[in-house]
């Protein structure tokens, strides 16, 4: 049975996936070396797949996802991303992935799937 603590976590996790998803995208726009650019372009399109993942374990549970948009907090790290480079920004979105790897290795949605590892994974880009 899912809890409505559990819909307001799916959300979080949903609306903490936009915003990564949001920033690498930026981060990807405004990088000079492609090889790096084309990193954070896939590590945008995971988090977008994490993002869908969360979605749809919202409907599950008989809520409304509502709109994918990203926090402000999001767009003015994107914002800095593409003004300043990649580089201002990537320390906090590190710090963010390690708090979001171990935030999932708790959840018993995400066992088998490989969100955690995948967001473990991002720490060392």
Do not use: C
């Not at 549970?61 to 991303?81: E, I, K, M, T, Y």
Request: charged share 25%; net charge negative.
């Amino acid at each position: 049975m899912t809890t409505p603590e559990d819909i307001e976590r799916y959300r979080r996790n949903h609306q903490d996936e936009i915003d990564s998803a949001t920033v690498y995208t930026a981060m990807a726009d405004a990088e000079s070396q492609p090889q790096v650019a084309e990193v954070y372009h896939r590590l945008a399109e995971t988090e977008r797949t994490h993002a869908d993942f969360w979605t749809e374990k919202i409907r599950e549970a008989g809520s409304d996802p509502g709109n994918a948009n990203p926090s402000q907090r999001a767009r003015v790290l994107a914002w800095l991303a593409r003004r300043f480079g990649p580089g201002l920004v990537l320390s906090s979105m590190q710090a963010g992935e390690a708090i979001g790897g171990s935030g999932y290795a708790t959840q018993p949605e995400v066992t088998g799937t490989g969100i955690a590892a995948d967001e473990r994974s991002h720490i060392v880009f």
